[in-house]
């Protein structure tokens, strides 16, 4: 672990982060397993690591990137994810409801693109 880093590599199953400013943290190789925040993560980078059953409550994730990180199970809710990218991650499971899909791409095809398909094929 660094100085400039404090959440590189270390065990951080569980821990709350409870109207926390962490803009701009980076997460590298951490377990977050089962973690909960209420927190603003504007450009956080998440790489490496373990989010699964994480709880995202309230949170402000723009602009942040979750690189090689394991989602299943996880829980996102009144959450501002405008720009955020994500990358090489386990999604299995996820369940999206109530949400604006504006110019959200999936493998660089508009999900509007891709509903309307969905829905002509319906038809």
């Known amino acids: 672990m660094t100085d400039d ?29 089962g973690a909960r925040f209420f927190a603003v993560l504007t450009g956080a980078a998440f790489s490496d690591t373990n989010l699964h059953r994480a709880d995202f409550d309230d949170v402000n994730l723009s602009e ?16 501002n994810l405008s720009g955020l990218t994500i990358r090489g991650a386990n999604m299995s499971g996820v369940d999206i409801q109530e949400v604006n899909l504006t110019d959200m791409r999936i493998n660089g095809v508009l999900v509007s693109d891709l509903f309307a398909a969905y829905e002509a094929q319906q038809g």
Do not use: E, K
Not at 8 to 28: C, E, I, K, W
């Open 5 to 33: 880093n404090p959440f590189s590599g270390p065990n951080l199953q569980n821990t709350h982060y409870h109207r926390a400013d962490m803009t701009g943290a980076h997460f590298d190789g951490v377990n977050l397993s």
């Open 64 to 79: 942040a990137t979750l690189s090689n990180v394991t989602l299943a199970g996880t829980r996102i809710s009144n959450a």
